[in-house]
């Protein structure tokens, strides 16, 4: 008889942490001396979680909660969706005349769409390309179009029974499953704890709070992925291996194009940025190229004391004796100009 056990994980999936690590590195200094130098480096290493089959007793457990957040709900005044519909019935539905109206007329144009659409793929079979793409990609749209504008209605028809008991049971139920199932594992499968602590519901929801308010960015990230996986797992979408691992890659995917955006959007705003600051430092005036008046007026001052200082020199050079007739008869041509710009600069 086999002594194999069975799997008592639903999922076991990994997220990476940054640690710091010293490092050691020994060499020989000039003088053959042994030296070691110690330097701290950041490195990613795995922290394995996963999600425990639930047992009977935890099912039971389970629906009870359930059960009971429910009749919470109602005591406070939320409505059944049984109630709510039924309210909305009495009153001629969720959807006014005229949006009926409009909806019947989406559904009826999607219809008549589709039926363009394979017309036009018989038809267009002898055309060239160019043509066939060009029409066959004008009714597409259009049919998206449609299919848009009914989702819509169907959102705002949906988004009404949000607030209703049972909704609200479902998703503190989800959050029930999140706290009791959750576990911290090694990287072979053992159980080392639980993700949120021992206790009952109140305790895991309060140590719940405190990882939030932590903000470790490798325990935020795996809080996300249990509500993710423990959630398709609820609703019956996700419960072998291979489907949770599906969920796990397009959950992975998306991450790295939500960073790829990021990137993306940051470097257009930081050439943007560039480029302004270009524009403006081309529209400002330098301090050399363009002149206040009030400077422009003390440099005419200056020039206008220089050249009464050179007539003052000039007229006192004149009075000596020693210069010769020459000299006394051609500098009172030349002070005498320079007065008269002086006077016209002043």
């Not at 990882?211 to 996986?229: N, P, Q, T, V």
């Amino acid at each position: 008889m086999s002594n194999k056990k069975t799997n008592k994980w639903l999922y076991r999936f990994s997220v990476t942490r940054e640690v710091d690590v010293e490092e050691s590195s020994s060499s020989k200094d000039s003088k053959g001396k042994e030296v070691t130098v110690t330097k701290v480096i950041t490195k990613e290493e795995p922290v394995f979680f996963g999600i425990r089959k639930p047992t009977r007793k935890l099912f039971d457990e389970g629906e009870l909660f359930y059960g009971v957040t429910m009749s919470q709900g109602i005591k406070s005044g939320l409505l059944t969706k049984a109630q709510l519909s039924k309210r909305y019935d009495n009153d001629g539905g969720v959807l006014s005349e005229p949006d009926k109206e409009k909806y019947a007329q989406l559904y009826l144009e999607l219809f008549e769409l589709e039926n363009e659409l394979q017309r036009a793929q018989l038809n267009l079979e002898k055309a060239s390309e160019k043509k066939k793409k060009e029409e066959l990609t004008s009714i597409l749209q259009k049919m998206n179009e449609a299919r848009t504008q009914i989702q819509e209605f169907e959102s705002a028809q949906s988004n009404i029974f949000d607030q209703t008991a049972e909704n609200r049971a479902r998703n503190k139920t989800i959050m029930w499953w999140v706290l009791h199932l959750a576990n911290i594992t090694d990287d072979k499968g053992e159980a080392l704890s639980a993700f949120f602590g021992e206790g009952g519901y109140d305790e895991k929801l309060e140590n719940y709070d405190v990882k939030e308010d932590d903000g470790d960015l490798h325990i935020i990230e795996a809080m996300r992925k249990f509500a993710y996986f423990i959630s398709y797992w609820y609703n019956g979408q996700a419960n072998t291996e291979e489907e949770f691992a599906n969920i796990d890659k397009a959950l992975n995917e998306e991450e790295e194009s939500e960073e790829e955006s990021t990137e993306e959007s940051t470097e257009e705003s930081t050439e943007e940025s560039t480029e302004e600051s270009t524009e403006e430092s081309e529209k400002e005036p330098t301090e050399e190229s363009v002149k206040e008046p009030e400077e422009e007026i003390e440099e005419e001052a200056l020039e206008v004391k220089e050249v009464v200082a050179e007539v003052v020199e000039e007229d006192s050079k004149s009075e000596l004796p020693k210069i010769k007739e020459e000299k006394t008869t051609s500098k009172p041509k030349q002070v005498k100009n320079k007065k008269e710009s002086a006077r016209e600069k002043i």
